[in-house]
């Protein structure tokens, strides 16, 4: 199972700092992503970090912003968040498989979201 957490309110140009814990599963085995919704739209993809070599992917709209990186407590990956908008605001899911791609139905495990809001 994934469990996300670090979410919360902040103010626009803010910074977060999301964690993903693991538990039944070693996360080092897998790529681990970030996907995201807002209400009253579809899902997206924010970050990923690929398990072959530790390789990085952004989408368009968080690029140069977010940082994901596995961390120094084993089982945890996180998502260091800066210069948040109101865009930003959303459910912050992460999710665990085998490829690094932006196609939520290619993600095998799936955490229960924790609520980013930016807003002044």
């Known amino acids: 199972q994934l469990q996300a957490s670090g979410g919360g309110l902040v103010q626009p140009g803010g910074s977060l700092r999301l964690f993903c814990a693991a538990s039944g599963l070693t996360l080092d085995d897998y790529s681990v992503g970030w996907f995201r919704q807002a209400p009253g739209k579809e899902r997206e993809g924010a970050s990923c970090i690929s398990s072959d070599d530790g390789s990085t992917y952004y989408g368009d709209s968080v690029k140069g912003r977010f940082t994901i990186s596995r961390g120094n407590a084993k089982n945890t990956v996180h998502l260091q968040m800066n210069s948040l908008n109101p865009e930003d605001t959303a459910l912050y899911y992460c999710?665990?498989?085998?490829?690094?791609?932006?196609?939520?139905?290619?993600?095998?495990?799936w955490g229960q979201g924790t609520q980013v809001t930016v807003s002044s």
């Open positions: 999710v665990a498989g085998h490829r690094c791609e932006f196609e939520a139905s290619s993600w095998r495990y």
